[in-house]
T-cell receptor, first 115, second 117 residues
């Protein structure tokens, strides 16, 4: 069964620090990759996505993620975080050519940015 | 506002009650989803509908009964739930089924927080 692993459950950092959240998946075929963010009390929002092409994708709010196929990874990064980046971040994977209905989510990483 | 509206936002019910969660999307999408978000667990896909037809039931107990009268509305009927069913229930929609590329990605509602006593 396909699985998605997010290595850190909780991350605490100060404003202006750099952020990197790890995501690994187990499926070996073509994948579509996503990062969603859930701010406190709000809905899940799409932060960025990868389908094909340049493995370094840029999303909203200064976030980027790099797809490394050989490592089955899709890590999320932001060079300098702000207090407003406090949220829960979810990595998600959908198989590329089949079973397009199924988006498998990781367990989420709660990020707390201290002012 | 995402274009996917869920009501009620909060619901408390006893184990013998019958209640329903409602989801409405104003995006013209044809595929609608129910997900369950529990504490300390990944989001779990429950049901998928495409053009009102159920295309996925992810081994969900029968005490959860979905209904999709049209492509814009999705309900989750709840009956004789257990305390472990307490969770945030998320509705999502996307333009159609098939590969999740381009604009064919999920848009989520804010969720209905369910507490079963």
């Amino acid at each position: 069964a396909q699985s998605v692993s997010q290595h850190n459950h909780h991350v605490i950092l100060s404003e202006a620090a750099s952020l990197e959240l790890g995501c690994n998946y187990s499926y070996g075929g073509t994948v579509n990759l996503f990062w969603y963010v859930q701010y406190p009390g709000q809905h899940l929002q799409l932060l960025l996505k990868y389908f094909s092409g340049d493995p370094l994708v840029k999303g909203i709010k200064g976030f980027e993620a790099e797809f490394i196929k050989s490592k089955f990874s899709f890590n999320l990064r932001k060079p300098s975080v702000q207090w407003s980046d406090t949220a829960e971040y979810f990595c998600a994977v959908a198989r590329g050519k089949a079973a397009g209905n199924k988006l498998t989510f990781g367990g989420g990483t709660r990020v707390l940015v201290k002012p | 506002e995402t274009g996917v509206t869920q009501t009620p936002r909060h619901l408390v019910m006893g184990m013998t009650n019958k209640k329903s969660l409602k989801c409405e999307q104003h995006l013209g999408h044809n595929a609608m989803y129910w997900y369950k978000q529990s504490a300390k667990k990944p989001l779990e896909l429950m049901f998928v509908y495409n053009f009102k037809e159920q295309t996925e039931n992810n081994s969900v107990p029968s005490r959860f009964s979905p209904e999709c009268p049209n492509s814009s509305h999705l309900f989750l009927h709840l009956h004789t739930l257990q305390p472990e069913d307490s969770a945030l229930y998320l509705c999502a929609s996307r333009p159609g089924q098939g590969e999740m590329t381009g604009a064919n990605v999920l848009t989520f509602g804010a969720g209905s927080r369910l507490t079963v006593l």
